[in-house]
């Protein structure tokens, strides 16, 4: 008798937006759809339904002892490299018996670049084909932010990776929150740079209240200064080459060849200003679906952006 392969279970960080939260459910019915073979299950460390835990119960529910964690996430901040660590050991907790690997976030893999191109052809329309149009052309590609100096190099590296190559003038990043620059300053270092024509790219996944804020941003930018061209070009979206990614780190995690950056990790090394975070005690997201107990009865706090585990 084979052993059955392990289960895929997809970790998304969870947004208001119910478009948002209904692209991340549909893509993971999408993947099962696609790989008959594999039970799959995919929940959300915050936000919205259903939370995490609910997918590992369904399933166990199906009879599943052995799964393969994958983060529906870009860059590499506290949710990956802590909160579903420190859901998934909760899940072990609770459920006797299960055991789980871990997989890598998803950027900037070459496939994915692959899919920005695309998206900033189709903002550009027609007008931009030949390496001439290309040369006249400045992306800002804006990531979510993050208080992890290591997320955020992530997106610049991603922006360089989309850079080289491609023949645009330049690929400057930016963020929506909490990190600098934000979106109008990023604007600004573009035409500081000498930009003629902007397209300003959000590096998220899906839709939601924070790629909704970047072209908020942007059409208010561009309302102010109109002698410089700014179009918004659309989210990565549930392409082909995703649903491809997502099983190449499925694949990676059953293997157990994983290598989570930790060269720069705040919560190893004493980064400048990040020093407080070196060793800090993990604590998982607690999901407002979740009841937080745990089946001994002991109901445990909302820790939210705590400690995160580090998971090796």
């Known amino acids: 008798m084979t052993t059955p392969p392990p289960a895929l279970l997809i970790a998304g960080h969870g947004t208001r937006d119910e478009a948002g939260a209904e692209a991340f459910r549909s893509f993971v019915r999408e993947l099962g759809r696609r790989h008959p073979e594999l039970p799959v ?60 690997t871990y997989g890598r976030p998803l950027g900037p893999h070459p496939s994915l670049l692959k899919v920005l191109e695309r998206r900033l052809d189709e903002a550009l329309g027609e007008s931009a084909r030949t390496p001439e149009d290309r040369a006249d052309v400045t992306v800002l590609l804006v990531g979510r932010g993050s208080t992890d100096p290591d997320a955020n190099a992530g997106v610049h590296k991603a922006a360089r990776l989309l850079w080289e190559g491609r023949g645009y003038a330049g690929v400057e990043p930016a963020f929506v929150s909490l990190a600098a620059p934000d979106v109008p300053s990023g604007l600004d270092r573009c035409v500081k740079l000498g930009a003629r024509r902007i397209v300003v790219l959000p590096y998220f996944l899906f839709t939601g209240i924070l790629p909704e804020r970047v072209r908020q941003q942007t059409e208010g930018w561009a309302a102010a200064h109109p002698e410089t061209e700014v179009r918004s070009a659309e989210v990565i979206g549930p392409e082909p080459e995703l649903l491809d990614l997502v099983m190449e780190r499925y694949r990676e995690a059953v293997k157990g060849d994983l290598r989570m950056n930790c060269d720069s990790c705040v919560y190893r090394i004493a980064l400048p200003g990040f020093e407080d975070k070196v060793g800090q005690p993990q604590q998982p997201h607690f999901h407002p679906d979740d009841d937080g107990h745990d089946h001994d009865g002991h109901h445990h706090g909302h820790h939210h952006h705590g400690g995160h585990a580090h998971a090796h």
């Not at 339904?49 to 590499?76: K, N, Y």
């Open 41 to 100: 299950a995919g929940g959300f460390i915050e936000l919205s339904p259903p939370p995490l835990g609910d997918a590992v119960t369904e399933l166990v529910e199906r009879g599943v002892r052995r799964f393969a964690a994958v983060p529906l996430m870009l860059v590499s901040a506290g949710h990956a490299k802590g909160d579903i660590p420190a859901a998934l050991a909760r899940e072990k907790e609770r459920h006797a018996g299960i055991s789980y």
